[in-house]
């Protein structure tokens, strides 16, 4: 969807924005003909974080971004239920933006949580190892859990149903 680095600020004085971040120094050159960017970040030495942001906003639109951040929540919210639906899984946390967790249950009897633990972890490197989805676990509450997250602009409905019939045939073949 978007990079993860950039950050907007809208400070409704200009001069005051400027004036918090300008620095000069011996090394630096000072540009007065233009709008000189070192006046304007803290990060002069970084690349322009913020304009895969901007162009995206440009091509989508405030409604193009909105429609975008809505389709990465269900396709969330959907890949977590209904994972967490299967046998052998239930739902941990159910996602309020576009991030979920999901656990999958050891199947024997008198399973511990170390069990499910190892079982989660074992679950998503199948996953991760065929190739049709990249989860990651983690810790969450003291157990071992698999971390949905839905960000990418191009996931469709046909990624999500793929997905969910991959983790139901690892699923079964256990």
Same mark, same amino acid.
Not at 40 to 47: C, F, K, L, V
Not at 92 to 109: M, T, Y
């Given at each position: 969807?978007?990079? &993860?680095?950039? !950050? &907007? ?16 120094? $011996? &090394?630096?050159?000072?540009?007065? *003909?233009?709008?000189? /960017?070192?006046?304007?970040?803290? @990060? ?7 304009? /895969?942001? &901007? ?10 971004? $909105?429609?975008?951040? @809505? ?8 890949? +977590? ?8 899984? @239930?739902?941990? $946390? ?14 024997? $009897? !008198? ?36 971390? +949905? ?7 469709? *409905? @046909? ?16």
């Amino acid at each position: 969807m978007f990079p &993860y680095d950039c !950050g &907007y600020a809208f400070v409704a004085d200009p001069q005051a924005h400027r004036d918090a971040m300008t620095y000069h120094a $011996a &090394y630096l050159v000072e540009n007065t *003909e233009a709008r000189d /960017p070192l006046d304007w970040t803290p @990060e002069w030495s970084r690349r322009a974080r913020a304009f /895969p942001t &901007y162009a995206a906003l440009r091509q989508l639109g405030r409604k193009g971004i $909105a429609e975008l951040v @809505e389709r990465c929540c269900q396709h969330a919210h959907s890949l +977590v239920m209904e994972i967490g639906a299967l046998p052998g899984a @239930e739902v941990v $946390a159910e996602p309020i933006i576009n991030q979920g967790l999901v656990r999958f249950l050891d199947p024997k $009897a !008198g399973a511990s949580d170390a069990d499910h633990d190892r079982r989660t972890d074992q679950v998503i490197a199948e996953i991760v190892a065929g190739g049709e989805a990249l989860f990651g676990g983690t810790t969450s509450r003291g157990r071992r859990v698999m971390r +949905v997250s839905v960000c990418n602009w191009q996931t469709s *409905e @046909e990624d999500v149903r793929r997905v969910v019939s991959a983790v139901r045939k690892i699923l079964q073949s256990q």
